[in-house]
């Protein structure tokens, strides 16, 4: 959607997408929800670690020095869902009525999938939180290997689906294993 103006000054007139995390003088500002109804959102992101060989056969024998990977990292995926408005400036404190990490082991490439599924009865989208639930998951995936490879990759962070608010249903073209 394009409309006039991005709020910046001297773009008044530019077709460009409106961001609305900007006010008429070109200053950041958190989006004035007060005036929406709340409605039931979802939202269910995913993504990709590299681990390699290595990693991912003391993942699956559960012997990492650290401790049990999936376990912590779902335990942070779920940490980093509540905590995304501390973590990205313009998001807003939301009340979650839902949070689940779950684990995908791929072991032919050496990767786990990631996905965090977020739901609340709220104003505003729960995207940013799905999508914190993932990095912060995977993030943790990483940090509790990376004396075994530092090479892992993290990849393909996105998000899959989402429900409710204005926009209404959006499912992205790459599904993966959103259940």
Known sequence: MTKKGTGKPGHENAEEPLLTHFD?????????VSGKTATKRSAIAVGTISVGSEVMEAISENRVQKGDVLTVAQVAGIMG???TAELI??????????AR???????EKKEVN???????????????????GVSTALLT???????MNKRM??????LLRKEGGKSGLFLSEERGSAT
């Open 153 to 158: 990759c993290l990849s393909n962070i996105h």
């Open 114 to 132: 990631a996905f965090c599924e977020v739901r609340t009865e709220g104003k505003t989208g729960v995207e940013m939180e799905a999508l914190t």
């Open 81 to 83: 869902c509540k905590r």
């Open 101 to 107: 990490v779950w684990f995908e082991i791929c072991e």
């Open 24 to 32: 008429p003088q070109g200053n950041a500002n958190m989006v004035d």
């Open 141 to 147: 995936i990483y940090d509790m290997c990376k004396s």
């Open 89 to 98: 400036p313009m998001c807003h404190v939301l009340n979650l009525s839902h």
